[in-house]
């Protein structure tokens, strides 16, 4: 559709939530073309969202922080604002005469809503209100099954929708910015005023060794990825203790890199990653998009079980245990290595996710939505979608869910995934001196190896919080009892 120019003489807005990036951003390139560009961000208060957990707030400081060096560096200073969307762009379009509101669409249901309200209150103002595609490879309310249904099943899922990704280039970065409409009285207030950053204590050291957030970080992450590391993605993607994944998450939970730019590069990338590599990381940027497909034609995701047979399910409420999973303390060292390594750094290898999110919801049969917001909270990676969705996956009560009565043994996964214990060694300097024979399984390990690795169990490890054989019996005649009822 061509762009609509009769507003192109007046100033434009650009209204940046999560698509904290200045390529590939349809909304800024349709703002560049008017006479003025006003980029806002808004803290948005009151609203209706779930507001972001703490690591993601850290990397919301430092994103914005690098978004307004570029837009200044483009002409364009970014404002940044408090208060309701809803009365703020209103106020900023008569400040400053602006004829068109720009954005790109987000798609978790608590601000679709709130944003249509918005656009339809704008264009009956007699102003042009456009939102553009950017965060997903597909409209998630488009994709229809033969049934007329969403999907619910991942396979047929992709099948309908891989072939409908366009290969489209990714549009550029403006190479400058029309500046803000002179005269126009706005105040811009301080990042450092929204006290993002954590103090007393200041925990963030090592998300900040860990991670480089912003769009800069995004694209030198994915030129490493195609570039030295995906080769093998296949096969060493499931493998905790090599550095074989993207580690793109963040950027894209955060809107500093597109899917659209990532399978662009995959295309075209300099690379000696075979085809089944390229296929299978293509696959993975799928599930994000099942996920959000899922989120936007289910909205209560992250509260409600998508299978309601969960509802009867008898969870048990143990503050202790939660505690020790959360901390790392459970006495099985595939899970404490994930939690602590979730604790550092804000995120954790998507298999090891498994297993920990297993071990809460089977071992200790504690309710995944407790998981689920103590990730919310701690994943610099965070989404609504892949979370929740995930969350729901591991427990057995979500679409397309992992059968119930598979149950990770956490000795297993730990030794197929993590045969020599490199990534429990990375995570548990505890456990540091264990031989392979028994990182594991510690509580195995005769009395002469744990005394040269130095290692106490209770004291300076704990034992195992519950045993794997009696937890596997309690979990699956919980689930048989809510089987029974049905
Ligand atoms: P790569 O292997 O490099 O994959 C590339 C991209 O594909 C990822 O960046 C991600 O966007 C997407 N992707 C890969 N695997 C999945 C998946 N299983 N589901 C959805 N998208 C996927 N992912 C999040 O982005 N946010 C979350 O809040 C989140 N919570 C999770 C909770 C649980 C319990 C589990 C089991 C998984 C969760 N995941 C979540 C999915 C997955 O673990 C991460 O996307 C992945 O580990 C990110 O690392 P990466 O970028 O190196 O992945």
Redesign the pocket.
Known sequence: MARDTTFDGSPAIVWFRNDLRVSDNAALMAAAAHSAVVPVFIRETGSPARPLGAARTWWLHHSLERLAEKLESLGAPLLLLSGDPARIIPDLVKVTGAAAVYWNRRYDPSHKEADAALKAELQAGGLLAESFAGQLLHEPMRLKTGGGTYYKVYSPFWRAMEPGIESRPPLPAPESLPPRPTGADIQSETLASWDLLPVKPDWSGGLRDAWTPGEDGAQARLTD?LENRMRG?ADR?DIPGVN??????????SGEIT?GQ?IDALGTADSDASSSDRSK?RK????????WHLLANQPGLAEHNHNSRFDAFPWISDRKALYAWQKGLTGYPIVDAGMRELWRTG????RV??V??SFLTKHLMID?RE??AW??DT?V???????????Q??AGSGADAAPYFRIFNPVLQGEKFDPDGDYVRRNLPELGKMPARYIHKPWEAPDRVLETAGVRLGETYPKPIVDHQAARQRALAAYQQIKDAA
């Open positions: 990825f993605y993607r074989a994944t993207s580690g793109l998450s963040p950027h894209l939970a899917p990532i990381f993975e940027v799928g599930w994000r998009e099942f996920s995120w954790m290898h998507n996710r498994m920990a999110a995944w998981g689920e990730f919310w994943l990676d965070a989404d609504p979608a892949s979370n929740a969705a995930s969350w996956w591991v």
